[in-house]
């Protein structure tokens, strides 16, 4: 597609609930990321994957958060049993996979748990 | 620890006033340096980079920044604001030596450009 697509928008769910986000990276792009926002803070480094290999997980808070990637292009971060401090903007970037390339960013999805 | 500090939670500037929104960041070797920009209900877009060569890159909408080795700063300017620039700006570097070349963001600079 032209941009990365994150789906949904918007998601409210029930404390314990678990919830999956969707990212749909820029056709061709090798690298994809996963970012959490907090209200006034900057994007803050969840996982990333190469291709469909997931080679830094050193950003998930805890094993609730898991992340996939099967086919090298569309990718899943999923949240079990979820907790009222995961609310934030979850943010999906895909890169071409060099240091020197810029990455391009969803409009991200606002997950509010209450 | 690295890091990348924005030490203004908010700029202000006239119209037609230059502008400058700081960044300095602690991170080793020579990273990589990025500008975003984030509009209300947007996603973040890129603005401008830093690899390498002349220390004064320029960018999108007119913005450019400034690269300082030793005072580790990367600093965001434009010579005429523009109402129309009034967002949030981050920083971001990414360390050379992190294969993964995720990127470490500042905590964000609110530009309010009036009339």
């Known amino acids: 597609g032209a941009g990365v697509s994150q789906s949904p928008r918007y998601k409210v769910t029930k404390r314990g609930q678990d919830v999956a986000l969707r990212c749909d990276p820029i056709?061709?792009?090798?690298?994809l990321y996963w970012y959490r926002q907090a209200l006034g803070q900057g994007p803050e480094f969840l996982t990333y994957?190469?291709?469909?290999?997931?080679?830094?997980k050193s950003g998930l808070p805890n094993d609730r958060f898991s992340a996939e990637r099967p086919e090298g292009s569309i990718s899943t971060l999923t949240i079990q049993r979820t907790e009222q401090r995961d609310s934030a903007m979850y943010r999906c970037?895909?890169?071409?996979?060099?240091?020197?390339?810029?990455?391009?960013f969803g409009q991200g999805t606002r997950l509010t748990v209450v | 620890a690295q890091s990348v500090a924005q030490p203004e939670d908010q700029v202000n500037v006239a119209e037609g006033n230059p502008l400058t929104v700081k960044c300095t960041y602690s991170?080793?070797?020579?990273?990589?340096l990025f500008w975003y920009v984030q509009y209300p209900n947007r996603g973040l877009q890129f603005l401008l980079k830093?690899?390498?060569?002349?220390?004064l890159v320029k960018g999108s909408y007119g913005f450019e920044a400034e690269f300082n080795k030793s005072q580790t700063s990367f600093h965001l300017k434009k010579p005429s604001a523009l109402v129309s620039d009034s967002a949030l700006y981050f920083c971001?570097?990414?360390?050379?030596?992190?294969?993964?070349?995720?990127?470490?963001f500042g905590s964000g600079t609110r530009l309010l450009v009036r009339p």
């Open positions: 970037a895909s890169s071409l996979g060099t240091g020197n390339t810029e990455a391009f």
């Open positions: 056709s061709g792009h090798v690298s």
């Open positions: 994957f190469n291709y469909e290999a997931q080679q830094d």
């Open positions: 991170v080793s070797g020579n990273p990589y």
């Open positions: 830093y690899i390498t060569g002349d220390n």
């Open positions: 971001a570097v990414s360390p050379r030596m992190d294969s993964s070349y995720k990127l470490i």
